[in-house]
C-alpha cells in the first residue's frame, strides 16, 4: 500500500534510490553480523565479509545524495523509536 502511493505520488527514480539504500544497509549488517560468526558457528574466511561490508558501503555511498539522506533519516529516526521505547 505504501509503495503504490510513493510510486504514485513521487518520482519513481527517488523511491528506487531510497530502497537501494535501504537493502545496501541491510546487506551491510549482515556481512557485518558475519563478521562475528566463531569457526564453529562455520564462519566463512574473514575477508569475504569484510569485502562485502565495504562493497556495500561503498556502493550505498554512491547513491544519489537525497537517496543517502532520506535512508538516513529514516534510519536514525527507527533507531531513535527504539532507544526511547526501550527506556520506557
Same mark, same amino acid.
Do not use: K
Given at each position: 500500500? =505504501? $509503495?503504490? $502511493? $510513493?510510486?504514485? *505520488?513521487?518520482?519513481? %527514480?527517488?523511491? =528506487?534510490?531510497?530502497?537501494?539504500?535501504?537493502?545496501? #544497509? &541491510? &546487506?551491510?549488517?549482515?556481512? @557485518?553480523?558475519?563478521?562475528? +560468526?566463531? %569457526?564453529?558457528?562455520?564462519? /566463512? /574466511? %574473514? !575477508? =569475504?565479509? @569484510?569485502?562485502? +561490508?565495504?562493497?556495500? #558501503?561503498?556502493?550505498?555511498?554512491? #547513491? /544519489?545524495?537525497?537517496? !543517502?539522506?532520506?535512508?538516513?533519516? $529514516?534510519?536514525? *529516526?527507527?533507531? @531513535? *523509536? &527504539? !532507544?526511547?521505547? %526501550?527506556?520506557?
Amino acid at each position: 500500500m =505504501i $509503495v503504490a $502511493v $510513493v510510486a504514485a *505520488v513521487a518520482d519513481v %527514480r527517488s523511491a =528506487i534510490g531510497f530502497s537501494s539504500f535501504g537493502v545496501l #544497509l &541491510y &546487506y551491510a549488517i549482515a556481512n @557485518a553480523s558475519a563478521w562475528t +560468526l566463531t %569457526r564453529a558457528e562455520n564462519r /566463512p /574466511p %574473514r !575477508v =569475504i565479509p @569484510a569485502v562485502g +561490508l565495504a562493497g556495500c #558501503l561503498l556502493l550505498a555511498c554512491t #547513491l /544519489p545524495w537525497t537517496s !543517502v539522506a532520506s535512508g538516513a533519516a $529514516v534510519i536514525a *529516526v527507527g533507531a @531513535a *523509536v &527504539y !532507544v526511547f521505547t %526501550r527506556r520506557t
